[in-house]
C-alpha cells in the first residue's frame, strides 16, 4: 500500500505548485525611461483577452532509496471578459478554451483527458493593480486523474502579476505578501509568497511599449493530504525568477516567463512513519494571445 499511495500522492502534490508564467514574441532592445510609469490593468467591459500558458514540472522523490521522477506538462487555454466595473474593483468571467496535461512517471506515462473543463466558466473580482479577491463557481470546475478528481482552483489563485499601486521609474521596487489557500476533500493546501518586483525599463514587444518587470519570488508551502488511506503532510520552500512584460499605454498583461525551484519533504504515516525528501523545478510561460 505505500508504494501505491506514494505514487498517487505524487501526482497529486506536483499539481499543487504554481507560479506565475510568460510569452513567447519578437522584442527590441531596452530602452531606460525618466518619467514615472502608472502602471494600471484596464479592464474593459465587453474586452475579450486571451491567454496561453504552458507549464513543465519536475519532481524528484527518493523512495527507500530509490529516486522517483514525476514530469507533467500542462496547457491551459483561457479567455477572460470584464462583466462589471465599480469604484476600485472589476468582475472578469473566466472561459477554459482548452486544455492538456501530459504526465511521466516510472509507473508509465499518463494522458490526462481535460475535456471536462473546456466551455467552463467562473468569475472573479479583480482591481487595478492585479490584485484578485472572491471567486465563483471555481471549486466546481474539475478534471479526473484516475479515479481522483481535481479543481482548477490552483491554477488561477495568482493569474495577474501585482503592479505597484503607485507611479514607479526605473529600479524602484515594490513587495507583496501572498497566501494561497485551497481546501479540497482530500487535500488542504497553503502557500505563502514574498514577491519582490522592480521595474527595469521599457521594451518593445509586438509592436506594444511595454514595462519590462522582474520578480524574485520566495514561497513556503505547505499540504497536508490523503490519498490511498495513507495521510502525508508536505512541507518545501521555493524560489523563483520570474520577467514581466506589461502594456502600460493599455493597460494589458502582455507576457511572463518564470522558473521555481526548491527541496522539502514529504511525511508518510500509514503502518509505518516515513519520511520522503524531494526536488521540485517548474518552468511556467504564459501569453497573451490576440
Not at 213 to 238: H, P, R, Y
Request: net charge negative; charged share 20%; glycine share 6%.
Amino acid at each position: 500500500m505505500f508504494k501505491t499511495g506514494v505514487r498517487s500522492f505524487s501526482v497529486l502534490l506536483i499539481l499543487s505548485f504554481i507560479f506565475l508564467g510568460g510569452c513567447a514574441s519578437q522584442q527590441k532592445v531596452i530602452q531606460l525611461v525618466s518619467e514615472k510609469l502608472d502602471l494600471r490593468y484596464n479592464f474593459t467591459s465587453g474586452q475579450t483577452l486571451q491567454y496561453r500558458t504552458n507549464s513543465t514540472l519536475i519532481q524528484t522523490m527518493e523512495v527507500r532509496g530509490n529516486e522517483v521522477t514525476t514530469e507533467v506538462e500542462k496547457e491551459i487555454v483561457y479567455s477572460v471578459v470584464p462583466t462589471k466595473q465599480d469604484a476600485d474593483k472589476s468582475m472578469l468571467k473566466f472561459t477554459i478554451n482548452s486544455g492538456s496535461m501530459n504526465i511521466s512517471q516510472p509507473g508509465g506515462d499518463m494522458k490526462v483527458d481535460m475535456n471536462e473543463i473546456i466551455g467552463k466558466s467562473f468569475t472573479m473580482q479583480a482591481n487595478s493593480f492585479g490584485k484578485e479577491f472572491e471567486s465563483t463557481d471555481i471549486d466546481s470546475i474539475t478534471y479526473s486523474i484516475g479515479p481522483t478528481k481535481h479543481s482548477i482552483a490552483i491554477d488561477f489563485q495568482a493569474v495577474f502579476p501585482d503592479l505597484a499601486g503607485k507611479p514607479v521609474t526605473i529600479d524602484d521596487s515594490w513587495t507583496v505578501i501572498d497566501t494561497i489557500k485551497i481546501k479540497a476533500a482530500t487535500t488542504d493546501f497553503e502557500m505563502v509568497m514574498i514577491d519582490k518586483y522592480t521595474l527595469k525599463g521599457v521594451e518593445q514587444i509586438e509592436d506594444r511599449n511595454c514595462a519590462k518587470i522582474t520578480c524574485a519570488t520566495s514561497a513556503n508551502l505547505q499540504s497536508i493530504s490523503t490519498a490511498q488511506g495513507m495521510d502525508f503532510v508536505t512541507k518545501v520552500e521555493l524560489k523563483g525568477n520570474a520577467t514581466i512584460y506589461f502594456d502600460y499605454e493599455n493597460g494589458i498583461f502582455v507576457k511572463i516567463n518564470s522558473d521555481a525551484s526548491g527541496s522539502g519533504s514529504i511525511t508518510a504515516m500509514g503502518d509505518e512513519k516515513i519520511i520522503i525528501p524531494l526536488e521540485q523545478k517548474m518552468i511556467v510561460e504564459t501569453i497573451f494571445v490576440e
